[in-house]
């Protein structure tokens, strides 16, 4: 009889680690958003789109370039070859370049985890609040409601700080998320009349309160409607993150101006995203951070770094360490 697995969160590291334990194992995902993805995210909001969290993603090891193949043959991968250019107040903008491929997922970056998931059960918009064990098997519960039952094992596929307080709350740790630092940011989103020329497709800025611009029109499969997505420093997010989202908007609105030749006139939309955990600045640096005797786990870029690959390689890795076990 195969085990139980219950995984919370279907971002990379949860999906591709459920979509590895599915052939030998009943794997369900709980996912709290209507969608995978986690920040792979992708914001609608007619007729702009925004790629609102992770801009790209590289491939550095033999293991990810094997598992993006299928996905590059289908174009559900391909890569983003953008006009990149540095901003810095005061400056000439001159042009910047990449030395390795970069890749986005098409038609949005939610689709590659959408790819991976398809096959999976997945229950959305369930949050999981607290878990706990019943005769030797775990259940589940969001609020007062139980939401699952039965399960041999339960991996969490959250930010670091989120899988702590959970399993905080149900009287269980595990080794190395104390560790585990981030940094957050804010995304502007911001659409643009139709008449806006930009000689640019992405920019890295210096010394400001914004870090990236990128025209996220600019890449393939997106709506033809020009829509910038603006990432804040970290630093100034960390500096200004309980502030008002008008405040905040404001703010970096203003800064956009100064670096570029738009106006208020240019921009048909505007809204603000605040990421809580949007970059990892301390890893736990365990591939594997797991339970054996509790039957309790979790994985996520966290153990690793910051990159999407290294979400893939925790999934991959538990995936691995779990396999020896089931």
Not at 37 to 50: A, H, Q, V
Not at 148 to 153: A, H, I, L
Not at 231 to 243: F, G, K, Q, V
Not at 282 to 306: M, P, R, T, Y
Request: hydrophobic share 40%; charged share 20%; with cysteine.
């Amino acid at each position: 009889m195969s085990q139980k697995i219950a995984i919370i969160g279907s971002g990379l590291s949860g999906s591709v680690l459920a979509y590895h334990l599915h052939k030998s194992a009943s794997v369900i995902l709980f996912e709290k958003s209507p969608g995978v993805s986690g920040r792979m995210s992708t914001r609608l909001i007619t007729p702009f789109e925004f790629d609102h969290g992770a801009q790209f993603f590289t491939a550095r090891s033999d293991s990810f370039k094997e598992f993006l193949l299928p996905f590059l043959e289908d174009e559900t991968v391909v890569e983003w070859k953008p006009k990149i250019l540095t901003f810095e107040k005061g400056k000439t903008p001159f042009k910047r370049f990449w030395y390795e491929p970069h890749y986005i997922a098409k038609p949005k970056m939610t689709s590659l985890c959408k790819a991976i998931s398809s096959s999976l059960d997945i229950k959305f918009k369930t949050r999981i609040d607290r878990i706990f064990q019943r005769k030797g098997l775990w259940s589940l519960a969001s609020g007062d409601e139980l939401v699952g039952e039965g399960f041999d094992w339960v991996i969490s596929a959250a930010p670091a700080i989120q899988t702590r307080e959970l399993l905080g709350v149900s009287g269980l740790s595990l080794g190395g998320l104390s560790e585990v630092r981030y940094s957050p940011c804010f995304a502007l989103m911001i659409g643009l009349a139709p008449s806006v020329q930009l000689n640019f497709d992405a920019a890295l800025v210096k010394n400001s309160s914004i870090q990236w611009i990128a025209v996220n029109s600019s890449k393939a499969g997106r709506s033809i409607h020009k829509a910038l997505v603006i990432h804040s420093s970290n630093s100034w997010a960390h500096d200004n993150l309980e502030r008002e989202f008008s405040y905040v908007q404001d703010q970096l609105l203003s800064e956009l101006v100064n670096l570029t030749s738009l106006t208020a006139d240019d921009i048909d939309h505007i809204d603000l995203a605040r990421w809580r955990y949007a970059k990892v600045s301390k890893a736990s640096n365990q591939d594997v951070c797991l339970n054996a005797s509790l039957k309790v786990a979790a994985c996520g870029d966290w153990c690793l770094g910051s990159r999407v690959e290294d979400a893939f390689l925790s999934g991959v890795g538990l995936s691995e360490a779990l396999a020896e076990k089931l």
